[in-house]
């Protein structure tokens, strides 16, 4: 599976260090439906469009990187793109690695878009705020996170991860609290292979910004656009590694992607965290027994919110018809195609 770095720094534990991670296709274009894109359509999270036109601009925007001895950079394709098309693209890489970067450094399960947060009355904060992170997310244990995101694709400008840490770190509390960690999360789209500067700084000492958000409707707006899309489409209750999903089929000009989400989730949504916290678990245990199947091999990610996206071209071209995907036959699968 390609890799990518992440660089931590300021965390004073493990996480401090320089960390190689496998990152598939999949687990891309999962990132990329779940953080979202700042078009028209995403504006509006009741919008049915949003899932098509995530996955199909996920699958465009990935053309753009390719794999070389094993690990992630950015194409030649990318260089003939015009400026402004290069901004647009730097700006969602930044947005979907620093999704996986806090996954595995932070673990945090959920993130989203703080703009849009605002915008849907999410969350609140001082009007006249301007600097403040981009993302908001919590993890397992309901601790929020925030992040800012920038993604680079010639070089980082003097000042850049000075002003990311400030920006992050401007938040001082959420709900009272103070969040566990304000990162700036810098992604080098020009170093081989691709490498995600994480960086947790302490506060500045400036007048903090507070936050207002309830986490029922942080949940109900994450899961919106993947719920409302299930709703909508021809979706099937489908078994994969002894789970509930609903997956639905996302036809990308010809070519099919099937996402869901586990069906405990999408019934109650607002209550993802307690659904999450034994998935997980069970997940895990699945896992070892196997010896740590690698869903990569089979087209496949599964993301520790519940949310599925699937490649595999049997299945894909096979759906709605078959009823299970079975551990056995994810390996079976898998040796096939190494036989």
Not at 201 to 221: A, R, T
Request: hydrophobic share 35%; charged share 25%.
């Amino acid at each position: 599976m390609p890799n990518l770095i992440i660089q931590g720094n300021a965390y004073n534990d493990w996480r401090d260090g320089t960390h190689t991670i496998n990152v598939s296709r999949q687990d891309l274009i999962r990132a990329m439906i779940t953080v979202g894109y700042r078009n028209r359509v995403d504006l509006h999270s009741e919008d049915l469009r949003i899932i098509g036109v995530r996955t199909l601009m996920s699958r465009l925007t990935i053309s753009l990187l390719e794999v070389q001895d094993n690990t992630w950079v950015l194409s030649d394709s990318y260089r003939k793109l015009i400026q402004s098309e290069k901004a647009s693209i730097s700006y969602w890489f930044g947005m979907a690695f620093t999704k996986i970067a806090s996954e595995w450094l932070l673990n945090v399960e959920w993130l989203a878009d703080v703009e849009k947060l605002k915008d849907d009355g999410i969350l609140t904060t001082d009007p006249n705020s301007k600097e403040r992170g981009d993302l908001a997310g919590f993890d397992g244990q309901g601790k929020w996170h925030v992040l800012e995101a920038k993604g680079r694709s010639r070089s980082i400008e003097t000042g850049l991860i000075l002003k990311a840490k400030r920006q992050a770190g401007r938040i001082t509390n959420i709900n009272n609290t103070p969040p566990k960690t304000t990162s700036a999360s810098i992604v080098s789209l020009f170093s081989k292979p691709i490498k995600i500067h994480m960086d947790d700084p302490p506060p500045d000492g400036q007048n903090g910004i507070s936050w207002k958000v309830k986490e029922s409707d942080y949940l109900k707006y994450y899961y919106s656009p993947i719920v409302n899309y299930l709703d909508n489409t021809d979706s099937r209750k489908k078994k994969i590694l002894g789970f509930d999903f609903d997956v639905s089929m996302v036809d990308c000009c010809g070519q099919g992607v099937l996402v869901g989400l586990l069906s405990s989730i999408k019934d109650k949504p607002t209550k993802a965290r307690a659904k999450t916290i034994a998935w997980i678990g069970d997940l895990y245990n699945i896992n070892e027994q196997n010896n740590a199947i690698d869903l990569s091999k089979f087209g496949m990610s599964i993301g520790m919110d519940g949310i599925i996206v699937i490649e595999n071209k049997e299945y894909v071209e096979g759906f709605p018809k078959w009823r299970e995907i079975t551990k056995n036959k994810i390996l079976k699968s898998i040796k096939s195609k190494t036989a």
